[in-house]
């Protein structure tokens, strides 16, 4: 069973710029695609961005913004945030896509704010 634990998260101006870290627990290779998804306060979980083993994807909100990589040898997927909102502010999860509800972690909060 991978455990998937999100770090990276913090404070942040807007424009500012973050870098988040998934680390797997075991190999992430055999996964056709991962995601990053975020929780804002009171709203519903959703995908912002996906990388498969030759292609990504990102939500509109994000595009432009945001990269998403992914690197199987060290088997951690990594989410690049530039240009930061007050919009964005919200806890990241990574998990496979689609996901799975056994690879759910805690999350990295994101709070972006003058």
């Known amino acids: 069973q991978v455990q998937l634990v999100e770090s990276g998260g913090g404070l942040v101006q807007p424009g500012g710029s973050l870098r988040l870290s998934c680390a797997a627990s075991?190999?992430?290779?055999?996964?056709?695609?991962m995601g990053w998804y975020r929780q804002a306060p009171g709203k519903q979980r959703k995908l912002v961005a996906t990388?498969?083993?030759?292609?990504?994807s990102y939500d509109d909100s994000v595009k432009g913004r945001f990269t998403i990589s992914r690197d199987n040898a060290k088997n951690t997927v990594y989410l690049r945030m530039n240009s930061l909102k007050p919009e964005d502010t919200a806890v990241y999860f990574c998990?496979?896509?689609?996901?799975?509800?056994?690879?759910w972690g805690q999350g990295t909060q994101v709070t972006v704010s003058s």
């Open positions: 998990n496979t896509y689609p996901p799975d509800l056994a690879y």
């Open positions: 075991g190999s992430i290779s055999r996964f056709a695609a």
């Open positions: 990388a498969t083993r030759d292609s990504t």
